[in-house]
């Protein structure tokens, strides 16, 4: 399988003279943490970058990167994207599971928009006759995960 990047975010700005650029997250999931591996893209390369330092700072989240401490350093990723790469087929990850239908005895009932990291868990936000419906992504409501769809069984009130 070919390897596969997904964007999770955009670098806008820098921030500051300590090396932190300013990012727009395009994901719900915490990608920016301190040690994440995510890859960024320059030009039609990609490198491999691991975070320094994370914080959240006016709806952006502020990142250092590969021990660049200085604005200089930081200046010509400026307008960069940064990505997540899926690399193993038999691993499944979240974005994989966007845009997927959710189907309940045979019939598509509804589509996955988003996935949500709460305490209790992974929910499944999806959108069901135009109105948005959370699925608890456990083995009590899961049954399958095939290629295009989820199988879902419901209780009274799920979908």
């Known amino acids: 399988m070919k390897d596969e990047y997904f ?9 500051g003279i300590k090396g932190e650029v300013k990012v727009k997250s395009e ?9 994440n591996m ?24 502020l990142i250092t990167f590969n021990g660049l401490t200085n604005i200089n350093d930081v200046l010509e990723y400026k307008g960069c994207n940064l990505f997540v790469k899926h690399e193993d ?8 599971l966007i845009g997927k239908d959710i189907v309940v005895d045979g019939k598509v009932v509804a589509k996955v928009k988003d996935i949500r990291e709460v305490p209790q868990g992974i929910i499944l936000e999806c959108e069901a006759d135009g109105k948005t419906k959370f699925i608890p992504y456990v083995d009590a409501f899961i049954k399958e ?15």
């Open 89 to 96: 087929s038999d691993t499944l990850y979240y974005e994989d």
């Open 145 to 159: 995960v095939a290629d295009d769809y989820i199988v879902v069984t419901p209780i009274e009130g799920l979908l």
């Open 27 to 35: 994901t719900n999931l915490d990608r920016f943490e301190k040690g």
């Open 38 to 61: 995510l890859y960024l893209k320059k030009g039609s390369k990609y490198m491999q970058i691991k975070i320094d330092s994370h914080r959240t700072h006016k709806s952006m989240e």
């Open 7 to 15: 964007l999770v975010g955009s670098i806008v700005n820098t921030h």
